[in-house]
Nanobody, 112 residues
């Protein structure tokens, strides 16, 4: 059974950091492009970052470049999103995706 389980969200002040995790079962993360998306209240789903299969080339939404880093641990079969210098506009529910499959999400709230 394919399962993606996100964790690591929370409440953080502007300028703070969080690391999101997505534990995957049912397939090897190294064999697929993995993605992070987010959805802010009242807004649509927004792509944030991708890590390619194999060599793991990465890409980012312009507004998070230099602040967010996507990575994966093949031994743990887990995807990560390191988020630094968080801004209020980063507040959203964050989801990891493989294709059309996603987890339940983890809430990130950036507020003073």
């Amino acid at each position: 059974e394919v399962q993606l389980v996100e964790s690591g969200g929370g409440l953080v002040q502007p300028g703070g950091s969080l690391r999101l995790s997505c534990a995957v079962s049912g397939f090897a993360v190294s064999n697929y492009a993995m993605n992070w998306f987010r959805q802010a209240p009242g807004k649509g789903l927004q792509w944030v970052s991708t890590i390619k299969s194999g060599g793991g080339g990465t890409s980012y939404l312009d507004s998070v470049k230099g602040r967010f880093t996507i990575s994966r641990d093949d031994a743990k079969n887990t995807l990560y999103l390191q988020m630094n210098n968080l801004k209020t506009e980063d507040t959203a529910m964050y989801y990891c995706y493989e294709g059309a499959t996603r987890g339940q999400g983890t809430q990130v709230t950036v507020s003073s």
